[in-house]
């Protein structure tokens, strides 16, 4: 199995509500990492969890909130968005987060706040 | 901050031509990766090439490194339909996880 699957594909959610996105490999892999792209650039990377402890901040606003149950799941928190947080978020994993090899991508969410 | 300068930023070609897209970066790296992107889906990694390599093939694809210039090419042979796509490289510079997207290339291949 070398799929990361990102549940829901497609999320509307308006200023106030609180939402999470999900991902899950079940290839072995220790690193997992939060992407968000806006349409037309490339992927920015937000997040970075190296065997299940998050490593990297890109300095993201709060109310992003990563979590990381276990070395399969990934969750995206979501609280109190702004309309300009609306973009497809990518979560991607790879086998060790010290040696960059491939990198496995979801089909990413597409995230609409109203 | 994003590291890598990819160009073209757009190019259109005819099914049997030949498509080369060129990134360029800053600091030094461990290595360099480029990726696929069909519209609004996930990446698909296409090919690794390490800081110490100056080319590396996969089927259709070559890519070339030049640490000295920073820079790196993605030739794609006898382009099809099928890989009108938006390509991007990226590059590790060995800061624990951090892989860095160039501002990608949309490569549209006419039948």
New interface residues.
């Given amino acids: 199995d070398t799929e990361?699957t990102q549940t829901p594909k497609h999320l509307v959610m308006g200023m106030t509500n609180k939402k999470s996105l999900k991902c899950e490999q079940h290839m072995g892999h220790r690193?997992m990492?939060w992407y968000k792209q806006k349409a037309?650039?490339?992927?920015?990377?937000m997040f970075?969890y190296?065997y299940e402890k998050l490593?990297?901040n890109e300095s993201v606003p709060s109310r992003f909130s990563p979590e990381c149950p276990n070395s399969s799941l990934l969750n995206l928190h979501l609280h109190a968005l702004q309309p300009e947080d609306s973009a497809?978020y990518?979560c991607?994993s790879?086998q060790d987060?010290?040696?960059?090899?491939?990198?496995?991508?979801?089909?990413?969410t597409?995230l609409t706040v109203v | 901050s994003q590291q890598g300068e990819e160009d073209p930023q757009a190019l259109s070609i005819q099914e049997g031509e030949n498509a080369t897209m060129n990134c360029s970066y800053k600091t030094s790296i461990n290595n360099l990766q480029w990726y696929r992107q069909n519209s609004g889906r996930g990446l698909v990694h296409l090919i690794l090439i390490r800081s110490n390599e100056r080319e590396k093939h996969s089927g259709r694809l070559r890519v070339t490194l030049d640490t000295s210039k920073k820079s790196s090419s993605l030739l794609i042979t006898a382009s099809r339909a099928a890989d009108t796509a938006s390509y991007f490289c990226a590059t590790d510079h060995n800061q624990g996880g951090k892989l860095i997207f160039g501002q990608g290339t949309e490569l549209s291949v006419k039948p």
């Fill in positions: 990361v690193a990492y037309k650039k490339p992927p920015e990377l970075v190296s490593s990297i497809l990518l991607a790879s987060p010290g040696a960059w090899t491939e990198a496995f991508f979801g089909q990413g597409r």
